[in-house]
């Protein structure tokens, strides 16, 4: 099984800054099986990134995904109020798919 | 406009068994998706629980493998989750959702691009 480590577990920013969300493999994924997604309380999760640097229909222009092989980026080069949320980065790569643990973007 | 719609009992009892159907429309359930569970603990992350696809096959998260069936209803556009001997660390909000899959340039790209709303179950005597 894939294990997904995203760090930091907490990331205390500021709108208009810059974040920048990490996720690391215990072994290397496919960029075309990560995905990243954002989650906000009492919701499901809403779909961002496919293929580690593609945006879904919809999501602004702010959110970059990057990355290959066990490092992947999720970066949001200017926070607005409501990106405030948790972000999980997800493989399919294998037949058994993985989250990471998540890591909540608070305002500070 | 694909939805999903999780249905089933929000109150399982110890040991029995935790039953949940999701509604599909939109989309046929024979188009060629993966169709995944997926669960959530109270103030924790997501946990894939495992998927099946128009055939039947199925695949399952090794933790949860001895106790979990999914199963796909084609007549019904839906698709099932049976979870056996439940304890209260199987309380949860659980999300189905479809594996979708992009081609581009001779390549898929593969993700959970529509969630149902969720539902909690909880384990409780």
């Known amino acids: 099984e894939i294990v997904l480590t995203q760090s930091p577990g907490t990331l205390s920013l500021s709108p208009g800054e810059r974040a920048t969300l990490s996720c690391r493999a215990s072994?290397?994924?496919?960029?075309?099986?990560l995905a990243w997604y954002q989650q906000k309380p009492g919701q499901a999760p809403r779909f961002l990134i496919y293929?580690?640097?593609s945006r879904a229909t919809g999501i602004p222009d702010r959110f970059r995904g990057s990355g290959s092989g066990t490092d992947f980026t999720l970066t949001i080069s200017r926070l607005e109020p409501e990106d405030f949320a948790v972000y999980y980065c997800?493989?399919?790569?294998?037949?058994?798919?993985?989250f990471g643990q998540g890591t909540k973007l608070e305002i500070k | 406009q694909v939805q999903l719609q999780e249905s089933g009992p929000g109150l399982v009892k110890p040991s029995g068994t935790l039953s949940l159907t999701c509604a599909v429309s939109?989309?046929?359930?024979?188009?060629?998706?993966?169709w995944s569970w997926v669960r959530q603990p109270p103030g924790r992350g997501l946990e894939w629980i495992g998927e099946?696809?128009?055939?039947?096959?199925?695949n399952y998260n090794p933790s949860l493998k001895s106790r979990v069936t999914i199963a796909v209803d084609k007549s019904n556009n839906q698709f099932s989750l049976r979870l056996s001997s439940v304890t209260a660390a199987d309380t949860a909000v659980y999300y189905c959702?479809?594996?979708?899959?992009?081609?581009?340039?001779?390549?898929?790209?593969?993700?959970?691009?529509?969630w149902g709303q969720g539902t909690l179950v909880t384990v409780s005597s």
């Open positions: 959702a479809r594996l979708g899959y992009y081609y581009d340039s001779g390549t898929y790209y593969y993700s959970f691009d529509y």
């Open positions: 939109g989309v046929s359930i024979s188009s060629s998706n993966w």
């Open positions: 072994q290397s994924v496919s960029s075309t099986h």
């Open positions: 997800q493989q399919s790569g294998s037949s058994s798919r993985t």
């Open positions: 099946v696809y128009y055939t039947g096959s199925a």
């Open positions: 293929g580690a640097s």
